[in-house]
């Protein structure tokens, strides 16, 4: 049994689910996230796990008991917000120390808890600061540890880092990630930052429209999205709308394509392929393979993103954008005529209506 | 904060443009506003002021008289009674309530918005006149309990606007949400977290609902009148018996109202030295 459990939890407003029918089981000292866009409903049911909002349907049990209808301060879990919410009228030290004596713990143990954490989070000298003469990633270590001060049972994160410039963020990430697996805590991280998701988490929940899409480990939902709509959040990805043709084609509008697992569709069926931008090769001589796919076009915008330069290219009325890097390709310029070369393996193949 | 800064810089650019009529206007003002009071203030030391432009001369025999007056220190007495009474009871009930619709209710704030002005829109003779239409039973029938009732649904909006504004500034809401996600219940978040980040709030609102309420004359008069008499209806009175000593009691009155509101402000910074700068947060 996995220590926190939702079963078929459903929450809707004024009869529109936002929620729908979300099960997942979570392990004891793993780090899961809830990635999608806005409006999926990812923060709805961090919210319902931590208690505060009701479900309307499902339960929520955690460590084999039912959690459902318990008040959220009787809970033991943690939480960290997107805007801090440190109580400005307490100092750092008084903050994190909040917690513990409302749970009655010993004042001597209180200080050297509090100071545990504080190092845990590396910001010792500021305990006697206020949140306000602190920066914002300041503000929010301090949030994080003022959550894992009384240990809690789950530790819950609403994009913690959304309110944060881009340096701190990375920077934060990977602090939560270091604290989170020193202290094997069960830890929940909403963000709508694929980036983040993928980069801390032991599993990802990818979330859109209130249901859950695929649930896998970073890499899984990377290379192998089960539909379109992860293949697409998650990363870019060509899609080549088609007919499915015989075993191995995909046939477009004015492109044949050869990809693996069109098999599993039956002849004339509506398919998309989807092909990542870093799995295809660019070549300025019509290459002569005749097992990858050979794709001509026109060059129509070259963006530089430092470690790669991403084509975006005409083929036959086709956009296809192309990842190259700079060592292991001759320069293209504009409006140059090239070849896009990539295996059928790259190409994956879902149904076109889902 | 962008916003802030180019409005200020804006501000200031109209200063250097036009600071002659700037001035005219606050001196106007202050003139307006301060007049009166000043007036009132020489009025209540002067022998006789009718045929100078300035009084012909000093005396405090009015104060004494002011003070010997059988009624003075019932009146006054009953006066802060009244007013500490409305604040306090409109402090339990309007804090409670208003942190409760910000957190759990947000639904029901236009509902609350709407209802805060009620009170300035109902005439106070025709508001007195209801109550003790309704309420004509004991115990409450032209009792100081049902004035007490009156004035706090009179004084209302003065303490909600404030407490509201302060609420809204801190937001409380998820700040009661980081509590609760710590372990405390409500009560110890109030007490702890959101009673003293809205300080200056209740502290405005109390300041604003005492002085109301001090210097309250209609619904006093129509709904306790002789029963319960309070300093302004002590000051009417006087008024058409001595000019001389109803400006006594009236700078009295300014005077009480002055030192309360000191003290008020005195007690709220000594419990805010905890706490500097409690509205920082954005």
Same mark, same amino acid.
């Given at each position: ?10 929450k ?19 780090l899961?996230?809830?990635l999608?866009?806005?409006?999926c ?7 319902m ?7 309307d349907?499902g ?13 959220p301060n009787r ?31 010993? %004042?001597?143990?209180i200080?050297?808890?509090?100071d ?8 010792q000298?500021t305990?006697?600061?206020? @949140? ?12 994080l ?22 340096e701190?963020?990375?920077v ?17 991280y ?12 032991? %599993? ?27 293949a ?7 899609q080549?709308?088609?007919?499915a ?5 995909v046939?477009?509008?004015n ?7 069109? %098999? ?5 069926q ?17 290459p ?6 050979v794709?001509?076009g ?13 084509l ?6 086709q ?12 320069p ?5 005529k090239?070849?896009?070369?990539f295996? @059928? ?7 076109a209506?889902? | 904060?962008?916003?802030?800064s180019?409005k $200020? ?9 036009a ?6 206007? /606050? ?7 301060l ?6 203030y ?5 022998t ?10 000093? =005396? ?14 019932i ?10 009474? &409305?604040? !306090?009871?409109?402090?339990?009930i309007?804090? *409670?309530? +208003? ?6 209710? &947000? ?10 002005i009620?009170?300035?829109?109902? *005439? =106070? $003779?025709?508001?007195? !006149?209801a109550?003790v239409?309704?309420?004509n039973f004991?115990?409450l029938?032209?009792?100081p ?6 004035v706090?649904v009179?004084?209302m *909006? ?12 801190i937001?409380?809401?998820t700040?009661?949400?980081? #509590? ?6 409500v ?6 977290? +959101? ?10 609102g109390s300041? !604003?609902v005492?002085? =109301? +309420? ?7 008069s129509?709904?306790? #009148?002789?029963?319960?008499? &309070?300093?302004?209806?002590?000051l ?7 000019g001389? $000593?109803?400006?006594?009691?009236? +700078?009295i ?8 509101s000191?003290? /008020?402000?005195?007690? #709220? ?14």
């Amino acid at each position: 049994m996995a220590y926190l459990e939702l079963k078929s939890v459903t929450k809707s407003y004024s009869g529109i689910d936002v929620v729908h029918d979300f099960s997942l089981d979570i392990e004891k000292g793993t780090l899961v996230s809830f990635l999608g866009p806005s409006g999926c409903g990812k923060t709805t049911t961090l919210r319902m796990i931590a208690g505060f909002e009701q479900l309307d349907d499902g339960s929520i049990q955690l460590d084999g008991s039912d959690i459902t209808g318990v008040a959220p301060n009787r809970r033991d879990i943690g939480m960290v917000f997107q805007a801090y919410a440190l109580f400005p009228n307490k100092t750092v030290r008084e903050n994190i120390s909040f917690g513990l004596r409302m749970k009655k713990t010993p %004042k001597n143990e209180i200080g050297r808890k509090v100071d545990t954490v504080l190092e845990m989070v590396r910001l010792q000298e500021t305990a006697n600061r206020y @949140p306000h003469q602190l920066s914002g990633g300041q503000q929010q270590r301090i949030a994080l540890a003022r959550a894992l001060a009384v240990q809690p049972r789950v530790l819950l994160l609403d994009e913690p880092l959304s309110a944060l410039d881009a340096e701190v963020r990375v920077v934060l990430r990977g602090e939560i990630r270091r604290i989170q697996s020193e202290l094997a805590i069960t830890t929940v991280y909403v963000t709508h930052d694929q980036e983040e998701a993928l980069s801390i988490s032991d %599993k990802v929940v990818v979330m859109n429209k209130g249901i859950i899409e695929q649930v896998g480990t970073p890499e899984e939902i990377y290379r192998a999205p089960q539909t379109r709509f992860v293949a697409t959040f998650i990363g870019t990805a060509n899609q080549f709308m088609g007919i499915a043709s015989g075993r191995d084609t995909v046939v477009c509008k004015n492109i044949k394509l050869f990809a693996d697992g069109v %098999k599993s569709f039956t002849d004339g069926q509506e398919v998309v392929a989807l092909v990542r931008p870093e799995n295809i090769q660019v070549q300025a001589e019509q290459p002569q393979r005749s097992d990858w796919n050979v794709i001509s076009g026109i060059v129509e915008t070259i963006t530089f993103h430092g470690a790669v330069t991403r084509l975006a290219v005409n083929a036959s009325g086709q956009r296809v954008v192309a990842d190259v890097t700079v060592a292991n390709t001759k320069p293209v310029s504009l409006n140059q005529k090239i070849w896009l070369l990539f295996p @059928p393996s790259a190409c994956q193949v879902m149904a076109a209506e889902e | 904060m962008m916003k802030n800064s180019q409005k $200020v810089e804006r501000e200031s650019r109209k200063k250097r443009r036009a600071p002659g009529w700037q001035m005219a206007l /606050i001196a106007l003002f202050l003139f307006y506003m301060l007049v009166p009071i000043i007036s009132t203030y020489v009025f209540s030391v002067a022998t006789r002021w009718d045929r100078t432009i300035l009084p012909e001369g000093y =005396t405090l025999q009015f104060y004494e008289k002011a003070a010997q007056s059988s009624y003075f220190n019932i009146t006054l007495r009953n006066s802060l009674i009244l007013s500490l009474a &409305t604040v !306090l009871v409109s402090l339990v009930i309007i804090v *409670p309530t +208003v942190y409760w619709v910000h957190t759990r209710l &947000t639904r029901a704030r236009p509902l609350l918005d709407i209802l805060m002005i009620l009170p300035f829109g109902i *005439p =106070t $003779v025709v508001l007195a !006149l209801a109550l003790v239409q309704v309420y004509n039973f004991a115990p409450l029938a032209r009792s100081p309990l049902l004035l007490i009732g009156a004035v706090v649904v009179y004084s209302m *909006p003065f303490m909600y606007r404030p407490v509201s504004n302060a609420l809204q500034a801190i937001d409380s809401h998820t700040l009661t949400e980081a #509590g609760q996600s710590l372990g405390a219940n409500v009560l110890q978040i109030l007490a702890e977290v +959101v009673i003293p980040n809205i300080l200056p709030g209740i502290l405005s609102g109390s300041l !604003l609902v005492f002085a =109301t +309420v001090f210097a309250e004359f209609t619904l006093t008069s129509l709904i306790v #009148g002789a029963k319960f008499k &309070t300093f302004p209806l002590l000051l009417v009175e006087y008024t058409r018996i001595n000019g001389n $000593v109803a400006a006594a009691f009236s +700078v009295i009155s300014f005077t009480i109202a002055w030192l309360v509101s000191m003290m /008020i402000l005195w007690v #709220g910074t000594k419990g805010k030295a905890a706490s500097p700068e409690a509205s920082s947060l954005n």
